[in-house]
Every structure is written in structure tokens, then in C-alpha cells.
């Protein structure tokens, strides 16, 4: 068990925030518990070791990791705010969007 997994058993119950991270969904030894990065659809662990991330990260199934424009996009947008208290233009406009390529 890696100094990671032994801090977070300390702290967070179970180990993990959600079930889907907890190690013994895994098969012990083989996939790394915690995670420093993603690029696309990889993912490297403490260690500097690179693997194919078939587990799909929450969002990133659709578009892998730090993907250079999807980064542009969120840093712009933060310059803005983009966790306001009401709705906001964005919203309306992606769920429009939405409406006209699913229009059931």
C-alpha cells in the first residue's frame, strides 16, 4: 500500500471519495491508487508511470484529459466566474445547444 492510500485511509472513510476509487475495485498491486495527471487517454501515477486510463474518469470518457481548447474555454470563463449564484446565458445557451441535437 502506497504512503497515499495510507494517508487517505486515515482521513476519508473508506479510503476513497466514491466507491468507484476505492482500491479494492481493483485488483491489488496492478493499477495504481492515486493518480498526478492526465493528457487525453492517459494517466501517470506518483511514480512517473504511464498507463491507458480504461477506467474513464468522470467527464473525461467524452473528452480525455486536459485537452488544450476545453482548457482555454474553462480559463476563460473563470476570469468571469463560473459557479455564480444565479443562472447565467452560458446555461441557456448549452441547453439550447442541447435541445437542437437530442430535439425529443
Known sequence: MNNYQQQANLVI??????????PST????????????????????????????????LGSNILGYAQEDINKAIAEKMRHGITLSLGTPLEVNVANKIRTLFPF
Open 26 to 57: 481493483f485488483v491489488e498491486g496492478v493499477y495504481p491508487t492515486h493518480l498526478v495527471r492526465g493528457n487525453g487517454c492517459y494517466v501517470w501515477d506518483e511514480n512517473g508511470n504511464k498507463y491507458f486510463d480504461f477506467i474513464c474518469g
Open 13 to 22: 472513510a473508506q479510503g476513497a471519495l466514491t466507491n468507484s476509487k476505492r
